[in-house]
């Protein structure tokens, strides 16, 4: 095409394709406007009043009802923590979804959601410990322990202090943020789940149980309740742990059967086996209480090891998608 052919074109609207750029590709057919059906149509009406009928009759869709009466309210409430207990509650994958869509609303979540203020819940997952020197947090967890029927401390550092517990201050911008403490040493805590993180199945286990306490039937609360004691038992135990605890709560109690859980719970490696029997190298010790909570001779008692498959086929049935 020359180029008064092509100014032409431009001007007018007129493009011959049989001349000139013939490997031009012709416009897809899916992106050319449909000719508009106007017999449907009463002359009065314009197309666009049409399309506004036409979403309005979407919206007045009726919507799938959800049983949210059902659900349990769950908050993450984010003190001086890493956040990776909350991703090990994500590490759950379609099961935290089975848990969101069947159980427990998420009503707060500073991570996840943009709800401000600390709503009331039924369970409170609380990460990370809380700094002493920072008014706000101290106020924060105050509010927690006000607004919920349930707290949980999610993870080592809640329940024990864990890393927080080497903190010295001293370092800039806030070098006065110099204490922190576990959750436990502030408000009463109903519900420990250690770990540096603590295992997803762990967290999955608690928030399924909680939910059967509060929503399920007398079989379901019995069972429920057998579950979670040992974990609330460990709440009133205190707030201290280190690698020492299995020294003196398990090996010494003549209870090891050295079957290495604990060396495994270990995120730091701080406990080898020798002999058959943990050997914890103290100076690497994190104090996150895993090693603890992890061995089957620690707090947990027959009673729940004698439930175990129920236990289990429970929370099998209820983690049904
Ligand atoms: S020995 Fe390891 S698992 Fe046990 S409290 Fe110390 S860091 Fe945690
Ligand atoms: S976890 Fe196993 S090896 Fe470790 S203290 Fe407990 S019983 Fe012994």
Request: aromatic share 6%.
């Amino acid at each position: 095409m020359g180029i008064l052919e092509s100014l032409k074109a431009l001007l007018f609207g007129k493009h011959d394709v049989s001349e000139g750029k013939k490997d031009e590709k012709p416009e897809p057919a899916v992106q050319k406007a449909e000719p508009v059906k106007t017999e449907s149509v009463p002359a009065t009406e314009k197309p666009a009043d049409v399309i506004v009928e036409k979403k309005a009759s979407i919206i007045q869709e009726p919507k799938e009802e959800k049983p949210v009466a059902e659900k349990i309210t769950v908050g993450h409430v984010h003190m001086s923590g890493c956040t990776g207990c909350l991703v090990s509650f994500a590490d759950n994958y379609e099961g935290l979804l089975t848990i969101l869509d069947k159980y427990a609303d998420l009503v707060y979540c500073l991570t996840l959601a943009d709800v401000r203020h600390i709503p009331e819940m039924d369970v409170a997952l609380v990460e990370g410990s809380v700094c002493i020197n920072d008014h706000l947090s101290v106020e924060e967890i105050i509010e927690t322990r006000k607004n919920s029927k349930i707290v949980v401390a999610l993870g080592g550092c809640a329940c024990y202090g864990n890393i927080t517990r080497f903190c010295r201050g001293g370092q800039m911008n806030q070098p006065q943020h110099e204490g922190f403490l576990p959750i436990g040493d502030l408000i009463d805590v109903d519900v420990y789940i250690p770990g540096c993180a603590p295992t997803p199945q762990q967290i999955r286990n608690v928030c399924v149980m909680a939910y059967l306490l509060l929503k399920g039937n007398d079989e379901q609360k019995a069972l429920a309740g057998a579950y979670l004691t040992p974990f609330m038992n460990l709440a009133k135990a205190g707030t201290e742990a280190c690698g020492c605890d299995i020294m003196t709560q398990v090996i010494n109690q003549g209870l090891c059967m050295g079957c290495g859980s604990c060396a495994a719970a270990c995120p730091v490696r701080a406990i080898s086996m020798e002999y058959g029997k943990p050997q914890i190298e103290r100076d690497l010790c994190i104090k996150c209480g895993a090693c603890y909570a992890q061995c089957p001779r620690s707090f947990f008692s027959f009673d729940v090891v004698n439930q175990y498959e129920a236990i289990m086929d429970a929370i099998d049935a209820a983690m049904q998608p």
